[in-house]
């Protein structure tokens, strides 16, 4: 079974703060993905990631792919209120094109 | 732009009734259609998915069914149901094959009594 293990569980911090957030697997992927969710709404994708090794940037996030594609993580810099929300890793379930597999979240909330 | 619109957005149901929440999608044909369910604040965990008209896919034996009458049409059904089916539902469509990319839509907060 592929499993997405999300570290830590939850995360609050004060506005301006760095912080990562961490997505494990014991697994291969061929790609992971980032999505974030807020109260009452459904997860908006941020980032896909392909490339062993690869770093994407999104404004003040940074998203790494492991170099093995077995973990990704997600740095932000200078956290703020707007950050706060469900940050989700998502990878193809059983290598399949068709099905997603989520690990269990982290909460970050950024206190102003 | 692709569009996908759950209802309701949320229901009290008592334990034993039935239930039905739909989702359509506009702006695309023949996509795959999926159904999550999360837990407070937790991981989503996939129910079903389809690739077509009448072709459902089950990922998890439970009180719950779902259909596909129409290419951009997808409905979560229970005949009778529990306390243990309370949760926050997704309905989601993929975009072109291989792409995995998801587009969620805004959910259904179903709280059975």
């Known amino acids: 079974t592929q499993l997405l293990e999300q570290s830590p569980q939850f995360l609050s911090i004060q506005e301006g703060e760095n912080l990562t957030v961490y997505c494990n697997s014991s697994?291969?992927?061929?790609?992971l993905q980032w999505y974030r969710q807020e109260p009452g709404e459904g997860p908006v994708l941020l980032v896909t990631v392909v490339t062993g090794g690869e770093v994407k940037k999104l404004k003040r996030l940074t998203f790494q792919f492991g170099d093995a594609r077995k973990d990704s993580s997600l740095h932000i810099t200078a956290a703020q209120p707007g950050d706060t929300g469900l940050y989700l890793c998502a990878g193809p379930f059983r290598g399949s094109a068709r099905q997603l597999t989520f690990g269990s979240g982290t909460q970050l909330t950024v206190l102003p | 732009s692709q569009t996908i619109h759950q209802w309701p957005a949320t229901l009290v149901q008592p334990v034993g009734s039935p239930l039905s929440l739909e989702c359509t999608v506009e702006?695309?044909?023949?996509?795959?259609l999926y159904w999550y369910r999360q837990a407070a604040g937790r991981g989503l965990q996939l129910l079903f998915y389809s690739v077509g008209i009448g072709q459902i896919s089950s990922e998890v034996p439970q009180n719950l069914s779902a259909s596909r009458p129409q290419d951009r049409q997808f409905i979560l059904s229970s005949k009778k149901l529990l306390l243990s089916d309370s949760g926050f539902y997704l309905c989601?469509?993929?975009?072109?094959?291989?792409?995995?990319?998801?587009?969620f839509g805004a959910g259904s907060r179903l709280t059975v009594l």
């Open positions: 702006g695309t044909s023949n996509p795959n």
């Open positions: 989601a469509w993929g975009g072109d094959a291989g792409a995995n990319v998801l587009t």
């Open positions: 697994s291969v992927f061929s790609s």
